[in-house]
Nanobody, 120 residues
């Protein structure tokens, strides 16, 4: 089993910054990708940012230039640096992990979610 522990959410004023962390532990053979999704009230969960095992990244258009995803392979941890935050960034942010086992089967894991609230 794999566990994901998120941290770093909170309340911040518009224009401020936050850094989210997601630490993965457990039986991990290899990581294919780590990502962050968010879900605002009444909306569907959406991809915010993703980083692959080859360090390729992609971002939602709404966060490009403001958010940066990174990873620490030694710690199996991903980070989401969020700058110039806007009220519309308010949501529950979920860590996402895609791993593969020795037989190349993929498994997807989710964190418990962390609230990010941006006040205007």
């Amino acid at each position: 089993q794999v566990q994901l522990v998120e941290s770093g959410g909170g309340l911040v004023q518009a224009g401020g910054s936050l850094r989210l962390s997601c630490a993965a532990s457990g039986s991990i053979f290899a990581i294919n990708a780590m990502g962050w999704y968010r879900q605002a009230p009444g909306k569907q969960r959406e991809l915010v940012a993703r980083i692959t095992s080859g360090d390729s990244t992609n971002y939602a258009d709404s966060v490009k230039g403001r958010f940066t995803i990174s990873r620490d392979n030694a710690k199996n941890t991903s980070y989401l640096e969020m700058n110039t935050l806007k009220p519309e960034d308010t949501a529950v942010y979920y860590c996402n992990l895609i791993v593969r086992n020795r037989n190349q089967y993929q498994y997807v894991y989710w964190g418990q979610g962390t609230q990010v609230t941006v006040s205007s």
